[in-house]
Structure formats: structure tokens, C-alpha cells
């Protein structure tokens, strides 16, 4: 099959273009990987996926700030208390300035929040009254922490870890459909071409018919309307190489515009010789794709979200309340080192709490509608699974199908080669008539595409399966690494 099918292209296209590029599928696709602007876009994906769950993680890692005023000047006229319970009006005047350095840590068990800092202010009294007082805070602890109240952080990180198992997931799902549209647009070409020589091979056939008919026309031994039937099928044919040649300009140029190659570059498609003999069966499929593709993750995402909405209507309608408390040493003074020495405990503690006590009926009402959303979703899921099982069992078999018929279509093809031949060869000696012979031309055309297209449709399904289940059946390992 390799040998013949190497042979008939040579046939068909007769010549080979001066610096014009060889293309095969694979050669295609990987020079698609590093030149095309969808496999860029699907890089650029990548790095922002990672980007993205990078920002949600470290939010979580221990967060040092600096935080300050420049010298700031306040003057205004204030009302101040005398001894005697007067009151007069002063003007006062005032810079300030202040640093504070910051440690905090989320604690996602509890949903709470630790601050470890230090600060240093500094007040400078003008007019009548100048002075300068420093005040230092060296050390203060802070926590912060919510009692029977929802904790996001634990959904919030949980979320982010199967994000971060589907970041390179989504890019091997990217990376696979940019293979199906190469090997879609590819064999376009290659169908195009082929259409381009063959309709060449048909307007030299049928030119040589009606030289030979006019031949016959004039010792009368065909009548005229097989002559002008013979005319007409040649001048079909030139319309239909010029079409043809239209289709493989605008076919190339999509090509070359997908795989990120110039449009002035002169390419040669050399189809596959042969098809990959791989057995499938649906049960492998299904297991490897509920093993391998994002949306496995994606379901359970998008389950993890519905249980998150219950929770938080169920915690809002409920008692919760918050803890703070602070320990620190301070002290103030009208120098700066004075205010870093006899430092004085700093303490504070504080419990805010809420608890609904009648709202007509709402926290019910909110927590049903919650719940009632939870099943919907949960029951979409359902659907959307055995959806998603369906068309990878449909796909492992139409591609066991596909190995089957790309055979047939090949043995058709040339079975409808030969068949022409004989024909044309039995209506140069008068064996049959000219319809006969243009019965056969055309299946022979229908069959030569038939087997293109079944080739074309083979290998999008090649590829087709391992977007769906992110395994590379041929060599029996992932498209994916593992990041864990």
C-alpha cells in the first residue's frame, strides 16, 4: 500500500517544485508547535494559568509589608477645656509622621489571621507649645479569629489545587486541537492538489477523447451529438481544473497561516503512507480520559462551588462571632531612644458576635434555595459526565471504524482506477459508448476522493482521542507530566 500509494502521487502530480517545501503531517504539526500563533496563544495560556493560581497560593505564605506617612502638617483652631469648665479657642500646629513593619499569616485550618509588627511614630508640636514626642511600638502581636463562621480559605485552596492539576491539562487540550485543525486543514490541501491534478488528468484524457471523436465524427461513425457531448465534458473539465486550482490556493494559504509559515512559500504535501494500527477499546478511552482530561477536575470544581453556596447560606443565618486580641510593649517619650526603654504592656482583647433571632423566614428560605441549587448542579454534573463517557465510547469506535474504512476506500480508489482504464481503452476501439466512459470517470473521481476524505477523517479522530483522553495510544503513556 506505502509503495503504491507513493507512486499514484507521483503520477498525479507528474513534477516536484524548484525549492518548494516537503510537507508531511507530522513535520506539519511539528513546526506548528513552535511557529504558530495558536500554539502561542496556548503558551501564553499556560504561563498565565500558572500566574494565576501562583497569586492565590502565595497569598497564603507569610505577608511582609511596610507601611508609613510622610511628615504631614495639620494647623487648625481647637476648643480647649480650662480648669474652670471655660472653654477658648487655640490654634494649634503639627507634623507627624509614622512607620509600621508587618508580618501576617493566614491560617487556613481556622480561618483566622496572626500579625507580628512594629511601629514608631513620631509628633511634633509648633508655635507656643513646640515640642516632639516619639512614640514606639517594638513589638505587637494581633490574631484574628472567626467562631462558627464560614472558612473560605480551606474551599479557596482546595480550588486552587485542582486548578493547579488542570493548568497542564488544559494546555495538552490546546496543544491537541491545534493538531485536529493542522490535520483537518492539511489534508484540505492535500485534497485540493489532488482535485487540481486530477482535473488536469481529466482535461488531457478528454481532450484526446474529442480529438479522437472528431476523427470519428467526420468518417461517420459516431453521430454528432456524441461529438458535442465529448466537447462539452472537455469544456466541464477546464472549468473544473480552474476551480480546482482557486480551492488549492485559498487551501494553502489557510494552511500556511495556521502552522505560522509564509504565505509565499511553495509546499509539496506528502500525505501519511499508512495508517496507525492501534486497537482501542471503549472501556480504555473512557478510563484514561476520566484519568487525564480537565473536565474530570472541572466537575469536581464546580461540585466543590455548589457545597460552598450551601455553606455559606446555612453559616449566614446562623451564630458567629469573632475573636480578637493584641499583646504588645509601648512606651512614649520626647526622644527616641528613651521611647525604646521602660516599655509598657499593651493588651487587648475583644469577641463581636451576631445571631439572628426572627427574619420572617428568610434564613430558611435563603439555605432551600441553596440547597435546591446544590441538586440542580449536582444533577447537571450527572448529565454532563455521562455525556462526556458517551462521546468518548462514540469516538473509540468510529476510530476502530475509521482503520477499516481507510483500507476499503484505498482498494475502491484503485479498483475505480482500473476501471476507468479499461473503459477508456475499450471506448478507443468502439466497445462501448461515450457515456459509459464518463460513468466511469466519474467514479473514478468520487473514488479518489472518497479515500482522501476517509484519510482525512482518520487522523482527525487519531488526534480527536487524544484530546479526549489526554493519552498517546501509540506509544501507551499521558500527553500530560505529572506536577504533583
Known sequence: ???????????????????????????????????????????????????????????????????????????????????????IFTSSSRMYSMANLDISQSIPWTGGRITVGSGLRRID??????????????????????????????????????????????????????????????????????????????????????????????????AENDLLQNELALSDMKVSLETSELDYERSREELLNLIGMGLDTEIIIIPPDSVKSIEVTPEAAVKQAFANRSDILTFKIRELNADRRVAVAENNNNFNATITAGYGLNNSASKVDAAYKDLLDQESVNLSF????????????????????????????????????????????????????????????DIAARRFEVARNRYLISKIDVNDLFIAQREKDSALQSYIRTLQNYWVAYFNLRRLTLFDFNDGKPLIRDRK
Request: hydrophobic share 40%; with cysteine; net charge negative.
Open 1 to 87: 500500500m506505502k509503495y503504491k500509494l507513493l507512486l499514484l502521487i507521483v503520477l498525479l502530480t507528474g513534477y516536484s517544485s524548484a525549492g518548494a517545501v516537503d510537507l508531511t503531517l507530522f513535520k506539519c504539526l511539528d513546526f506548528a508547535r513552535e511557529n504558530s500563533p495558536k500554539a502561542k496563544i496556548a503558551q501564553e495560556n499556560l504561563k498565565s494559568r500558572t500566574s494565576a493560581h501562583d497569586a492565590v497560593v502565595t497569598a497564603y505564605y507569610p505577608q511582609l509589608s511596610l507601611s508609613g506617612s510622610l511628615p504631614g502638617l495639620t494647623r487648625s483652631i481647637d476648643r480647649t477645656p480650662q480648669p474652670d469648665g471655660t472653654e
Open 125 to 222: 508640636l509648633l508655635g507656643d507649645y513646640e515640642r516632639t514626642d516619639w512614640n514606639t511600638t517594638p513589638f505587637q502581636i494581633n490574631l484574628r479569629q472567626p467562631i462558627f463562621q464560614f472558612n473560605s480559605m480551606e474551599f479557596e485552596l482546595e480550588e486552587a489545587a485542582l486548578n493547579y492539576e488542570n493548568i497542564d491539562r488544559l494546555y495538552a487540550e490546546e496543544i491537541e486541537a491545534l493538531n485536529m485543525e493542522i490535520t483537518s486543514k492539511f489534508f484540505e490541501v492535500y485534497f485540493a492538489k489532488m482535485q487540481v491534478e486530477n482535473a488536469r488528468l481529466n482535461v488531457s484524457i478528454n481532450d484526446t477523447l474529442y480529438q479522437i471523436s472528431k476523427g470519428r465524427y467526420q468518417v461517420g461513425k459516431i
Open 354 to 413: 451576631q445571631m439572628p433571632i426572627f427574619q420572617w423566614g428568610r434564613n430558611t428560605a435563603e439555605v432551600e434555595e441553596a440547597m435546591a441549587n446544590r441538586e440542580i448542579s449536582l444533577h447537571q454534573l450527572d448529565i454532563d459526565r455521562k455525556n462526556f463517557e458517551k462521546e468518548v465510547r462514540y469516538l473509540a469506535l468510529r476510530f476502530e471504524q475509521l482503520q477499516k474504512q481507510v483500507e476499503i476506500a484505498y482498494r475502491s480508489k
